[in-house]
Structure formats: structure tokens, C-alpha cells
């Protein structure tokens, strides 16, 4: 077949159809055309020979039934229409190999950016999304009302079984919801997971009488997924109810099937998105990490990382349409995608947070995000416990839309927070 067989502006996308939208940068050689439908021709049904001895009538046929057209290019982007056919739908991984596959090679092509992907209705009833989602983690702590707070015990690595847990202790005692592990904490010689797991399920326990709240924590299964498999079932048999899943690191077929084992336990799956400034950064090759939201929402993650404006690169118009694509039923942005009955995720804001950030975040983005703030508790001038009562004291002040320096008057944790973190701006 002839590239420009798969370019054809007259194509009206069938509702059965995936479509994608690439940001397409063509070598000095080729135009958008020529570019985009070599896209089109290598992740589906094409290849650099044109004549195949193998394309009988038959052949010809199905291949016409199948294959990728390009039917929309403007301002260097193209839409390409994907039939329903060319997916095993049950393969997650499988439609990566296509969409996100060899293309990203081409010499015809000095970049290309996946930018979005709409999913007809086979995938979203075959992946049902999260089992959780916004309603259900609310629902396990009982809070309607204001986000959701989580803390790692920082250093990320570093501190042994006894020393987490009393991190833990005092982060819980100070209002703290979720203590998380770290994303590159797993099990190390002196930190060893299944011991950390059984602790800290009694510290937690301890916490919890003591302070009348609900709490909860997030063990790091990230691992080989025979392993994952032995860390998700001792996760379940102390009665935990959330995982934590570095969701890139681990793999789209570890990930697709952790989240069914998880969701036969009655488990929720925190997402970290570790890995992906390796390809979400660059605006002109990789894919947008609304790509990977989506992913993310239609296999069934409860919860994602969406940026924080914080220390890493993480445009306020980038966490916005995450967001969005998180927890609206019909997301507009973009290629749109109407979620049918797919819960909402939760959005997690990270990444350099203190209680000084915390307001602007809660202005644009309301109550329904998780707010992770490690540093900027465990670094608290005046400890752990004080750094926990500043971050819920600044989320008291922004929810009743009271100045952080006016609410800090009478109360001593925030005010020492901001006085620290005042001059924390990252550039
Ligand atoms: C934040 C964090 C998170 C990042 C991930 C860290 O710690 O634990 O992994 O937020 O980035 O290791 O840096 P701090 P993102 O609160 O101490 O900054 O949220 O953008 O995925
Ligand atoms: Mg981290």
C-alpha cells in the first residue's frame, strides 16, 4: 500500500473508532501529509514496501477494513482515526505497540508527540475504570468536606522500620490522612517491606484511638510482578485497604492486571507517575501525561499525580486539564472523552508543597484533590506533628477563603510554616 493511501481528509471517523491526536513535525524532506500518513500507515497496517507479494484480494480487503487514516491535519497536528479491529481491547499493552510504537523512529519525522487519545465504548466497558475513585476514598475516611492530605516520612530512602514509623506516628497524631512510602521505596536491606507493612498497620491503629480520625496508609508494591502479587495479598491480609503502584516503572500489563487483582481485594490503587518526565516533558516528541491521565482512569487507578507548581515542571494549564480529565464525566479538552460510567480518579497534587502553596491550589483546582506534602511537613521548623497541624490549618483558612498571614495570627504552626517556606518560590 501507498502512504497516502492512509491520509484521506474525507473520512468521517466512525463511532467504533479510537482516535488519536499527534502534534506531527515532519524531516526537512516531507510535508505534513507525507508525514502523518506514514504515521498512520506504521501504526496500523503499513510498511516502506509497497507491493506485497502477500496482499491477495482477501488480504486487500480486511487490510482497507482495518487500517489507520489520517483524516484531519491543521497547526502541524493530525487526527487519525483508528478502527476498532486493529485492537485486541483486552491488551493494553498491545495498543501502546501501535499508537505509541515504532512511529516515534521515523526518519520522515524530526518529532512526535502524542498528544491525546478518545476511547470508544468498547474499551471503557471492557476497563470499567477504578473501583474507588473520589466517592469511595472519601467514603473509607469518612471526609466530604476538604481535600485529602497525605505525607511521605521524608528522606524518601533512608530511614529504617522504627524510625518510619515514629515519622508515621507523629504525622498521623498531627492530621495527616494518608502516610505514603516513597516512589523508589520498596524493600531494602534495612527497611524491609513486609516488616514495615506489619508495623505500621499497628502504629496506625495506635493513631487512630488516639485521635478519633480515620487513617490510612500507601505500601510502595512496586516490584516484579510475581513479587507485587505476594506484596498486594499481605497488604490485604493485615487489612489495609490502598496500595501504592509506581503505575510506568512496573509496566501497562503489570499495571492492567494489578488493578484487577487489586480490585478482587477490595484494594484502592494510588498511582505515582515516576518516569514520566522521560517523555511527557519534551512539547515536540513523547506523549502528554493527558495521555497517561487517561490511561490511567480507563485501567482504574483511584488516585494520579498531576503536578503541584511546585519544585517539578508542572504548567497551572497542564494540572488543570488533568484534573479535568480525572473527574468530569464528559472531559471537553482537547480530543474530549465522555467516561460513561468510569468513576472519577482523584488527582493528587505533589511535589514541593508547603502550606504557603496550598491556597492557589484549592482556589483553582476546589476540595476534591489529595494534597501530598512531605518536605513541608517533615521539614516544619518546629517539628513533624506542627508541620501536619500547618497543612491543615492552611487548608481550614483557604476552604473559609481567609488570608494564610491573618489565619496564622493565633496559630503558632502555620505562622513558623510560612515564616520558613515565605521565600520558597520555585522558579
Ligand atoms: C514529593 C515527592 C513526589 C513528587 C512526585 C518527591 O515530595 O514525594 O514523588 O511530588 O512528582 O519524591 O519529590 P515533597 P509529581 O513533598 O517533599 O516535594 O507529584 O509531579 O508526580
Ligand atoms: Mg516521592
Not at 499493552?93 to 465504548?121: H, T, W, Y
Not at 488493578?259 to 512539547?283: G, M, P, Q, W
Request: charged residues 30%; aromatic residues 12%.
Amino acid at each position: 500500500m501507498k502512504y497516502l493511501e492512509f491520509f484521506d481528509l474525507s473520512y468521517k471517523p466512525k463511532r467504533s473508532d479510537l482516535i488519536c491526536l499527534y502534534k506531527v513535525l515532519p524531516s526537512k524532506e516531507f510535508n505534513i501529509k507525507e508525514a502523518s500518513a506514514r504515521v498512520a500507515s506504521e501504526s496500523s497496517v503499513g510498511t516502506w514496501a509497497e507491493e506485497l507479494k502477500t496482499e491477495t484480494k482477501d488480504v486487500k480487503k480486511r487490510l482497507n477494513r482495518i487500517m489507520a487514516r489520517v483524516f484531519y491535519v491543521e497547526d502541524g497536528y493530525a487526527k487519525i482515526a483508528y478502527p476498532i479491529d486493529l485492537w485486541e481491547v483486552e491488551n493494553f499493552p498491545q495498543l501502546l505497540s501501535g499508537i505509541c510504537g515504532n512511529i516515534f523512529g521515523m526518519k520522515a519525522l524530526k518529532g512526535l508527540r502524542l498528544e491525546d487519545v478518545k476511547f470508544p465504548k468498547k474499551f471503557l466497558k471492557f476497563y470499567k475504570g477504578c473501583k474507588f475513585g473520589i466517592k469511595g476514598i472519601r467514603k473509607i475516611f469518612g471526609i466530604y468536606d476538604r481535600p485529602l492530605t497525605a505525607t511521605v516520612p521524608k528522606p524518601k530512602i533512608g530511614l529504617n522500620v522504627n524510625q518510619f514509623c515514629d515519622a508515621a506516628y507523629k504525622i498521623w497524631k498531627g492530621g495527616i490522612d494518608f502516610v505514603k512510602w516513597d516512589e523508589n521505596l520498596t524493600s531494602l536491606n534495612f527497611v524491609k517491606f513486609y516488616k514495615l507493612v506489619e508495623k505500621i498497620h499497628k502504629v496506625k491503629n495506635k493513631v487512630e484511638k488516639e485521635v478519633k480520625e480515620n487513617k490510612q496508609f500507601l505500601p510502595n508494591v512496586t516490584s516484579n510482578f510475581k513479587e507485587m502479587e505476594k506484596r498486594v495479598k499481605f497488604v490485604y491480609d493485615i487489612g489495609n485497604k490502598f496500595v501504592m503502584v509506581d503505575f510506568l516503572t512496573i509496566g501497562f500489563s503489570s499495571f492492567q492486571s494489578i488493578v484487577e487483582i487489586c480490585k478482587d481485594y477490595d484494594l484502592a490503587v494510588y498511582c505515582h507517575r515516576a518516569f514520566h518526565s522521560t517523555f511527557t516533558r519534551n512539547k515536540d516528541h513523547g506523549i502528554s501525561m493527558l495521555c497517561l491521565a487517561k490511561f490511567v482512569r480507563l485501567i482504574g487507578g483511584d488516585t494520579l499525580h498531576v503536578g503541584g507548581m511546585g519544585k517539578l515542571v508542572s504548567p497551572k494549564e497542564e494540572i488543570y486539564v488533568l484534573a479535568n480529565c480525572l473527574r468530569k464525566k464528559i472531559f471537553k479538552q482537547f480530543l474530549g472523552q465522555d467516561w460513561l460510567k468510569l468513576k472519577p480518579t482523584f488527582p493528587v497534587c505533589s511535589g514541593g508543597l508547603h502550606p504557603g502553596i496550598i491556597p492557589r491550589l484549592i482556589k483553582f483546582l476546589g476540595k476534591d484533590i489529595i494534597l501530598q506534602v512531605g518536605g513541608g511537613v517533615v521539614g516544619h521548623p518546629k517539628g513533624i506533628e506542627a508541620g501536619a497541624k500547618a497543612v491543615r490549618q492552611a487548608i481550614e483558612a483557604s476552604l473559609k477563603g481567609v488570608d494564610l498571614e491573618e489565619y496564622s495570627k493565633n496559630k503558632l504552626e502555620l505562622s513558623e510554616a510560612l515564616k520558613e517556606w515565605k521565600k520558597k518560590t520555585f522558579v
